[in-house]
C-alpha cells in the first residue's frame, strides 16, 4: 500500500494551490458572496505558536466549504506590521525595523502556508508599506476635515530614562516594565480623535449584531452610559464652584466629605499653606501611578485633605475637600461627591480617615458595609419616604429649579489618544506654519513617507521629544516661500488594524482606498474571527472608524462586522522547581501523575497556564507539522472541543486524529499493494449505508454552519469507522467523505481525490447534497407513565440514552402537567420501550 506520506503530500499540493491559484477571490461582482476574515495577526520574531492557528483553521474550513456551497469567497491574510516591539528590536540591536518586519512576515507567511489555509495571497497587505498607509493617512484627513481630530494637552506615562511614552500596561509599581525605571505622569501634546462623538451610536448599534453577549457587556461597558445628574458644590467665600457628576442624586444628602483628582487644576489655589506640603508630596507620588494602578478595587485608599471646604447644595453643611489618586481628571469632571454609606469605595476611604458616614438610604447596616441597594430614603429632608427612582426625579428637578444642577447623561468613553512618541508608525499627514497652526496636508501629496533615521531611540530630554524630532531635514521645509514644520508624533498601531478589511476588497488600487462598486458587494464581513484580547478597543476603533466613512458616504454599510467570534484561549502544562523557576517543557518526564525533571530526576510542580515562552510551554506547529502533518493538525485544534472554549493543548493526543487520517486513507489505497482499494465497489451498500451518508452529509453541513467544527469531525469518524468494518466499499460513499473531509484535512483529501481518478481540484467540487427523507434519523416511540398510568409518547432516536430520554419525557406537556406540585420518587428507564415516573403529591 503507498504509505500516507504527509511530508511528500502537503508540499506537493500547497505548490499546486499556488501555480494554479486555485484561491484566488472571483472578480465578478454578481452572485452570492462570503467575506470570511481572520483578525490579521502582529508578526513577531517568535512566529506561530500552536494556538494562534485555531481560528486561522476555523474561518479556513468555513471558506472552503462556502466556495464548495457556490459563493464567492474572499478570503485574505495581511500584517499588522507597525508598533512598539520592531522599534524596541531595532533600538537594541541597530537593525531597522523595516528589516525586522521583513523578516518577521516571511516567516508567518511560511508557517501560514505550511498548514494549506485557502488564503488569497494576491491580496496580502502590510500596514508599513507606503501603499497601504497612504490610505491610512488619507482616512485620518477625512476624520480630521470633519472636526473628528484635534490636539489636546493630556497626562501621559512618561520614562525619562527610556525617553518614550508608555501604555498603562507597560507601566507597574510606578516603573516601566522594560528595565524597571522611574515613571512619572506628565502632561503633553497630543492628536485626539473625537470617538465621544459617536458613543450613542456605538451602543445602540450592538444590538443588531451577531456577537457573543459578553462581547456587547464588554463594550457597552468601556462606553459607560449612564443618567444621572451635574451637581455644582459652591466655595466658601469664593466665586469658583465645584461640578461633579452623579448616578445617584438622591443620595445628596449622605454627601460628606469631597474628593478632588491630584491633577485638577483647582487643587493649587484651595490647598491652605499648612497643608501644602502634603499636597505637593502626595500628588508627587500620583503622578508616578498608571490610571490602572489608581483605580485598581483592592487598592489601599490613600488621600490628603487639602485644608479647604465646599458647600452641600442639598443642606448647606460644608464638608472637607480631599485629593485621593483613586479620582482620575480623565474621567468626568475630576471631581467626586463622596457618599460613603452608599458607595463601597467611599466607605472604606471615609472608614480609614475617620470621616462622618451617614445612612440615607434604608436596608443595610453602614457600620459594617456600604449599601447600594434600594429602600426607603431617610435623613433627607424632603426625600424622605421615597423610593430610590422617585428620589432620583425629584431631587434632579429641585436642583433644577434652585439653578445647582441639572439632568445629565453622561459616558465613562472618553476621547482617543491617538499620538505616540514612537518611530515606527504611520507619520501624521499635517503640517504647521511659523505661527503654529495646523494644516492638512493635501490628499494628492500622499503617502506622507516615514524618513530613514540612523538612531530610532527618542531624545532622552526633560520635555519629551518624538525620535522623528531628529529627522530634521524633513522635519523642517520651505515651500513656495512659506516655512513648515511637520508633526513628529506617529500613529499608533490601532490606527493600521482600524480599516484593513476595507482595503481586502480592492488592495491594488493606487487611485483610490477601495472601488466603491467593490465595497458595496463585499462589505460587511459576514463572519470575523479573533482572540478576546481585541474585544474592546479594537472592534471599538474600527466601528467608529467605520461609521465615520459611512457618514462621509464612503463605505455602503453602518456596522463592519455581522458576525463575530472569538476562539478560545489554547493553554498547555507549565512546569516549575522549588524555587519556583519555569523549566522548559522538554525537559520533564511524567512518572504516573508526577512530573520528573529529566536531568535532575527532581520533582516538579505542574498547572494548566496561558501558554508563553517565558514559561517553557510553548509548542511550535513546525515540529507538529514535520512529525504528524499539517491536516492531523488541523484536525486535532477542531477537534479539542467547541472554538470558543479555552482548552488544554496534548501533542500526544495528535496521534488519534492522524490515526483517523490513515483510516480514510485505507479506504482509497490498497493496503498491501500500489494503486487503489481492490474492494471499491459500485452503488452504495446497501440501505443503512446510504442512510448513514446522508446524515453525515447533513450533520456536517449543520455543524460547520453552526461552527462545531468537533461535532463535525466526529460525524466522519463514524462513518469511517462503518466503511473500515463494512465488507464492500462503495465509492460513491468513500468520495463523498472525501469531500467532506476537504476543508478539514484538505493536503489528504485532495490526494485521495486525485488517485480516485479525479483531474480537478477537490477544492474546485461542489458541497455534497442530502436527501432529507433518508438523512432523517430512525425515531422509536417511547411510552411515558406517571405513577404507572401512561400519559404520553416520546418520539426520539433509537440510540437515545437514559439521561436525554428522561430530560425530554419530562419536557412532554401532559407529562409535566402531572409532575408540577409533586416530589420525585424515581424515575423507570426500560431502553427502547418505557419510561415511569414514581412520585408523590406535595402537601398542601
Not at 500500500?1 to 511530508?7: A, G, I, R, T, W
Not at 466549504?65 to 464567492?72: I, S
Not at 506628565?186 to 462581547?215: C, G, H
Not at 471615609?350 to 447596616?365: N, P, Q, R
Request: aromatic share 10%.
Amino acid at each position: 500500500m503507498p504509505k500516507y506520506d504527509h511530508l511528500a503530500i502537503e508540499p506537493k499540493w500547497q505548490r499546486y494551490w499556488d501555480t494554479h491559484q486555485t484561491f484566488k477571490t472571483p472578480e465578478t461582482l454578481e452572485g452570492p458572496k462570503y467575506y470570511v476574515l481572520d483578525m490579521f495577526p502582529y508578526p513577531s520574531g517568535a512566529g506561530l505558536h500552536v494556538g494562534h492557528p485555531e481560528g486561522y483553521t476555523a474561518t479556513d474550513i468555513v471558506a472552503r466549504y462556502k466556495r464548495a456551497n457556490g459563493f464567492n469567497v474572499l478570503h485574505p491574510m495581511g500584517w499588522d506590521a507597525f508598533g512598539l516591539p520592531a522599534e524596541q528590536y531595532a533600538i537594541k540591536t541597530g537593525t531597522h525595523p523595516a528589516t525586522t518586519t521583513a523578516n518577521n512576515v516571511a516567516n508567518f507567511k511560511r508557517q501560514l502556508k505550511s498548514l494549506g489555509f485557502s488564503y488569497d495571497w494576491a491580496r496580502e497587505i502590510n500596514t508599513t508599506h507606503p501603499d497601504y498607509y497612504k490610505w491610512t493617512q488619507w482616512i485620518f484627513l477625512q476624520l480630521y476635515k470633519k472636526g473628528l481630530a484635534y490636539i489636546a494637552e493630556v497626562p501621559v506615562n512618561w520614562c525619562p530614562e527610556l525617553g518614550t511614552v508608555l501604555a498603562n500596561e507597560e507601566v507597574i509599581n510606578g516603573l516601566s516594565e522594560r528595565g524597571g525605571h522611574p515613571v512619572i505622569r506628565k502632561p503633553m501634546r497630543q492628536w485626539m480623535l473625537k470617538i465621544t462623538e459617536y458613543a450613542d451610536r456605538l451602543l445602540e448599534d450592538l444590538e443588531d449584531l451577531d456577537w457573543p453577549e459578553s462581547i456587547k457587556i464588554m463594550q457597552r461597558n468601556w462606553i459607560g452610559r449612564s443618567k444621572g445628574s451635574d451637581i455644582v458644590f459652591e466655595l466658601p467665600d469664593r466665586k469658583e464652584t465645584i461640578r461633579v457628576y452623579t448616578t445617584r442624586p438622591d443620595t445628596l444628602f449622605g454627601s460628606t466629605y469631597m474628593v478632588l483628582s491630584p491633577e485638577h487644576p483647582l487643587v493649587d489655589v484651595l490647598t491652605s499653606e499648612d497643608h501644602r506640603e502634603a499636597v505637593k508630596a502626595y500628588r508627587e507620588e500620583a503622578a508616578r501611578k498608571s490610571d490602572l494602578e489608581r483605580t485598581e478595587l483592592d487598592k489601599s485608599k490613600t488621600g490628603v485633605f487639602i485644608g479647604a471646604y465646599a458647600i452641600n447644595p442639598a443642606n448647606d453643611k460644608q464638608i472637607p475637600i480631599w485629593i485621593a489618586d483613586y479620582v482620575l481628571m480623565s474621567y468626568g469632571t475630576g471631581a467626586i461627591m463622596a457618599v460613603p454609606g452608599h458607595d463601597s469605595r467611599d466607605w472604606e476611604f471615609a472608614t480609614k480617615h475617620g470621616i462622618e458616614i451617614i445612612e440615607v438610604v434604608s436596608g443595610g447596616d453602614i457600620t459594617v458595609e456600604a449599601y447600594s441597594g434600594d429602600g426607603k430614603v431617610v435623613n433627607s429632608g424632603f426625600l424622605d419616604g421615597l423610593d430610590v427612582p422617585a428620589a432620583k426625579e425629584k431631587m434632579i428637578a429641585w436642583l433644577e429649579a434652585q439653578g445647582k444642577g441639572q439632568a445629565t447623561i453622561n459616558y465613562k468613553l472618553r476621547d482617543w489618544l491617538f499620538s505616540r512618541q514612537r518611530y515606527w508608525g504611520e507619520p501624521f499627514p499635517i503640517m504647521f506654519d511659523e505661527q503654529g497652526n495646523h494644516h492638512p496636508l493635501p490628499e494628492e501629496k500622499l503617502p506622507l513617507h516615514l524618513p530613514e533615521v540612523e538612531d530610532y531611540q527618542p531624545p532622552k530630554t526633560e520635555n519629551p521629544q518624538p525620535p522623528l524630532s531628529k529627522a530634521t531635514d524633513w522635519v523642517q521645509f520651505e515651500e513656495d516661500g512659506t516655512k513648515w514644520r511637520r508633526e513628529t508624533n506617529t500613529m499608533p498601531q490601532w490606527a493600521g488594524s482600524c480599516w484593513y478589511y476595507l482595503r481586502f476588497v480592492d488592495p491594488r488600487n493606487p487611485e483610490k482606498a477601495w472601488d466603491a462598486a467593490r465595497e458595496k458587494y463585499w462589505m460587511p464581513v459576514d463572519l470575523y474571527v479573533g482572540g478576546a484580547e481585541h474585544a474592546v478597543l479594537h472592534l471599538l476603533y474600527a466601528r467608529f472608524w467605520h461609521k465615520v466613512l459611512f457618514d462621509a458616504g464612503f463605505v455602503s454599510t453602518e456596522e463592519p462586522f455581522t458576525k463575530l467570534i472569538n476562539q478560545g484561549l489554547i493553554t498547555a502544562f507549565s512546569f516549575k522547581d522549588d524555587e519556583g523557576r519555569y523549566v522548559h517543557a522538554d525537559l520533564v518526564d511524567f512518572d504516573g501523575n508526577k512530573a520528573i525533571h529529566k536531568e535532575t530526576g527532581a520533582s516538579l510542580k505542574f498547572q494548566i497556564e496561558k501558554m508563553s515562552k517565558a514559561k517553557g510551554n510553548v509548542a511550535n506547529p513546525d515540529h507538529i507539522i514535520h512529525e504528524f502533518g499539517a491536516d492531523a493538525f488541523r484536525l486535532y485544534e477542531m477537534f479539542m472541543g467547541p472554538l470558543e472554549a479555552s482548552k488544554p493543548w496534548n501533542t500526544k493526543s495528535i496521534e488519534g486524529v492522524r490515526r483517523f487520517i490513515e483510516r480514510v486513507w485505507r479506504l482509497v489505497m490498497h493496503e498491501e499493494g500500489e494503486g487503489l482499494n481492490p474492494g471499491l465497489s459500485d452503488g452504495v451498500g446497501g440501505p443503512e449505508l446510504e442512510k448513514l451518508m446522508h446524515q453525515t452529509i447533513k450533520g456536517v453541513t449543520e455543524d460547520i454552519e453552526g461552527l462545531r467544527m468537533n461535532t463535525a469531525i466526529s460525524k466522519m469518524m463514524v462513518l469511517t469507522n462503518t466503511l473500515t468494518k463494512a465488507d464492500a466499499k462503495p465509492r460513491v460513499v468513500i468520495e463523498t467523505l472525501v469531500k467532506l473531509m476537504a476543508p478539514f484535512a484538505p493536503h489528504a483529501a485532495e490526494e485521495m481525490w486525485s488517485a480516485l481518478g479525479h483531474d480537478r481540484s477537490v477544492s474546485l467540487e461542489s458541497w455534497p447534497q442530502y436527501d432529507e427523507e433518508l438523512a432523517r434519523e430512525n425515531l422509536i416511540q417511547i411510552v411515558v407513565q406517571v405513577n404507572g398510568k401512561k400519559r404520553d409518547i416520546l418520539e426520539a432516536p433509537a440510540e437515545i440514552g437514559k439521561d436525554d430520554a428522561l430530560a425530554k419525557a419530562r419536557e412532554l406537556t401532559r407529562v409535566a402537567a402531572h409532575l408540577n406540585g409533586c416530589t420525585l420518587i424515581k424515575e423507570v428507564f426500560v431502553p427502547g420501550r418505557l419510561i415511569n415516573f414514581v412520585v408523590r403529591p406535595n402537601k398542601k
